[in-house]
């Protein structure tokens, strides 16, 4: 059996342009798997359109649906805790009656090492080479302080669960999509199971990664240079880069403009990557009531109720917009 270990990191995708979720789908497809290994989702959850609301979000953004557009198969093996409250419990007790705060300090200055690394923009060697290690020096030390249980969570336990799963699959070309926190003792399970885990080299920049960098990086509205970033959005031609135009130009008060590029992009096809619907219409809705436009508020704000899924910022905004009419804020500085 072949596989490859891929380590997902949330919302610091969007964080790291060397690492995004374009990078992640292309060095998967270099790899050629047969399936997809998904260890931080249930099987039951890819059933309904709910598994999309994962904090994995570069599954959602462009793995699954590229395997989906590939028919490359992929399998839920979330292996759950067997007492979801133990961990939080475990250190609570421990901090409540002081015990071992020699070694709660010392977990927590490493924490702080990993918190303090991927707070930095990390390329794919940085994430491999220096995030992952971090991450197994501090697992490590923490089950040597109190052995894999409550502790630990029973990470290293369930680790070993995973890769019984894992061998039972009909494949022999698997792509293990894990946390940064299951990656590690995950690996050891592998190896312990006589099988030789790898992680895959940084693959070719391809345009489509530098164009997500950019769509990634307009997310930020605290941009040092704005005019730069709308630039650089001017040359995608997608729905998402006009939503991320316009909430850039609400940003700093260029309503009406925000107002015409948002109504003409809700007029095509804006149905990618999975947030933008829910987003898009969110945002359409509010702008329509800054420019006075309250009927057609309410569609958008219902529009969104009426989606598949949506995200559930965007379903909260628009039940405020559905009881009263949005207004900015009044700046402060």
Known sequence: MKLIILPLLGGFHLR???????????????????????????????????????????????????????????????????????????????????????KLTKLARHYKDIEELIAQSLDWQQVHQELLPKMRFYLEMRENYFEDGPATDWLRARAHTL????????????????????????????????????????????????????????????????????????TINKAEARYHEANILLRHNHIREAWEILEEASHHDFSEPYF?????????????DLTGRRSLALKAYQAVK?????????????????????????DSS
């Open 276 to 288: 933008l619907p829910s987003y898009l219409l969110t945002r359409l809705g509010q702008l329509r």
């Open 163 to 234: 890769t019984q799963s894992i061998l039972n699959l009909p494949h022999q070309h698997l792509a293990i999509l894990a946390s940064l926190e299951q990656a590690p003792f995950l690996e050891d399970a592998l190896r312990v199971a006589g099988l030789n885990p790898h992680y895959l080299p940084p693959p070719a920049i391809s345009e489509e990664a530098k164009e997500r960098a950019i769509l990634d990086f307009a997310f930020n509205l605290d941009h040092p240079n704005p005019a730069n970033v709308l630039a650089s959005l001017k």
């Open 306 to 330: 009426a989606l598949d899924w949506a995200a559930q910022e965007a379903l909260e905004v628009a039940e405020q917009g559905l009881k009263e009419a949005f207004r900015l804020e009044p």
């Open 16 to 102: 790291f342009p060397q690492y995004n979720s374009i990078s992640l789908r292309d060095a998967l497809a270099s790899f050629h798997t047969e399936a997809l290994v998904v260890t931080v989702i249930e099987a039951a959850e890819f059933k309904t359109s709910n598994w999309q609301h994962t904090e994995e979000i570069a599954l959602a953004m462009s793995i699954i649906p590229w395997a989906r557009l590939k028919k490359i198969p992929y399998y839920g093996l979330l292996e759950k805790s067997p007492d979801p409250k133990a961990f939080d419990d475990f250190y609570r007790y421990l901090k409540e009656y002081n015990y071992d705060a020699e």
